[in-house]
């Protein structure tokens, strides 16, 4: 039953800020939307900024292993296009899963040091991949772009409320990561 009551505050603090910047919502409204009193929230979080901090670590680390996934799956000196294609597959698959979080800190109220946190985190595992897979020269540049791109597309993928498919998404994707390599 308890966890129940927390999941239940994290699911509903993901609907608010989808409609209000994290600065109006308060500990109030998080407990009306949750059907809970104060003492329950308080069992689980500090504060509004612990529940928020609880939620961005989650899904970054849920990132972070997909990220590591990806790079320990390919042969030296070789980036596989199907594994890349399935690495992209699985990421907007998780995207379109946690669609809300994802829409509200990236497109209702953008967090810019949490697109941050994302953007370093993608940047270093790019970058070794090309290092330990790839003979391309200008990796800090090639990576730049390519994820510049990658950043474009999957966000107007979110704000356009995920029309295609994660695995047409994918396809363009690989097709771009391909045409880059040329």
């Known amino acids: 039953m308890k966890q129940k009551a927390k999941e239940k505050i994290i699911r509903n603090m993901i609907t608010l800020l989808e409609e209000h910047p994290f600065e109006d919502i308060t500990i109030k409204m998080i407990c009306a939307y949750s059907g809970i009193n104060r003492t329950t929230f308080y069992d689980y979080f500090v504060d509004k900024y612990d ?4 939620i961005q670590t989650y899904h970054l680390q849920k990132y ?6 990806l790079y320990f799956s ?4 070789e980036i596989n296009h199907f594994k890349l294609y399935q690495f992209f597959k699985v990421i907007l698959t998780y995207i379109k899963r946690h669609y809300g979080f994802f829409h509200a800190i990236f497109v209702s109220h953008p967090n810019r040091d949490l697109f941050t946190d994302y953007v370093k985190i993608t940047k270093e595992t790019y970058t070794n991949m090309l290092v330990d897979y790839t003979t391309i020269l200008k990796k800090k540049q090639f990576v730049t772009y390519a994820i510049g791109g990658q950043i474009g597309i999957i966000y107007f993928w979110i704000r356009e409320e995920c029309i295609e498919t994660p695995n047409e998404l994918a396809q363009i994707l690989l097709a771009n990561a391909i045409k880059l390599r040329r």
């Open 51 to 54: 529940l928020l901090s609880t």
């Open 74 to 77: 390919f042969d030296k000196n």
């Open 64 to 69: 972070k292993k997909l990220l590591n996934a």
